[in-house]
Each structure stands twice: as structure tokens, then as C-alpha cells.
Nanobody
Framework: QVQLVESGGGSVQAGGSLRLSCAATVTIGRPHCVGWFRQNPRGEREALATIDSDGTSNYADSVRGRFTVSRDTAKNIFYLQMNDLKPDDTRMYYC????????????????????WGRGTQVSVSS
């Protein structure tokens, strides 16, 4: 019954920041894994960051130090703070969730996700 809705995308200049939000319609069953992904031009999705129901987070090397995942448990909202944005960060960004499990390693976590948002567009200009 979980539905996810992303928001917060938009257009920024290089070096700027955005905070993406992922709102879940209901509390996600515990344990769980929530992740942020982005899509390349070939339609492949890359895992950027994950956070589990214990608050443990993990990051792809490509965004570590620039992006931060967090959550507001009471509001069922998950965030991706993106700083020092670069033109190649221009992508569709998605959140996804898997209930009743902890996060798999970053290399394989996408395959475990069962609930996906429709995405939000991020555009970064030079």
C-alpha cells in the first residue's frame, strides 16, 4: 500500500544546492530500506544513497561528500540534500523503498526495491 511522491527538483546553477523530498503515503514497514536513484540516458538507474530503518546510510562514490540522505520519521518523509551540484548531475531522480528488509549493498540495492516514485527532474546549468 506504500506510495512514494518525490518533490523538490528544479533548475539551478553549477555549485548550487537542492533538497529533494520523498513522501510516503503510509509508514513504511520495519525494517526497511529507502534509496535515492537517478536515471542515465540509457534508462539505467544508479543508486546514489540509501538509508534503513535504523538510520544507517550509504552512498555511491560519485556523490559521497556532496549528497546527504536523511529522514523525518514522524512525517514519513525522506530527503536527499544535494550540494555543489554539477552539470552532469542533470537527471531524473527517484526514490524507492523496500519493506521488511534492510538495505543490500549499493551495487545491488536497486533490485530489491518494490515501491518507486515517479521521479523529479533536476537540471544544473554551467
Amino acid at each position: 500500500q506504500v506510495q512514494l511522491v518525490e518533490s523538490g527538483g528544479g533548475s539551478v546553477q553549477a555549485g548550487g544546492s537542492l533538497r529533494l523530498s520523498c513522501a510516503a503515503t503510509v509508514t513504511i514497514g520495519r525494517p526497511h530500506c529507502v534509496g535515492w536513484f537517478r536515471q542515465n540516458p540509457r534508462g539505467e538507474r544508479e543508486a546514489l544513497a540509501t538509508i534503513d530503518s535504523d538510520g544507517t546510510s550509504n552512498y555511491a562514490d560519485s556523490v559521497r561528500g556532496r549528497f546527504t540522505v536523511s529522514r523525518d520519521t514522524a512525517k514519513n518523509i525522506f530527503y536527499l540534500q544535494m550540494n555543489d551540484l554539477k552539470p552532469d548531475d542533470t537527471r531524473m531522480y527517484y526514490c524507492a523503498a523496500r519493506q521488511w528488509a534492510y538495505c543490500d549493498p549499493m551495487a545491488t540495492v536497486m533490485r530489491m526495491m518494490q515501491h518507486w516514485g515517479r521521479g523529479t527532474q533536476v537540471s544544473v546549468s554551467s
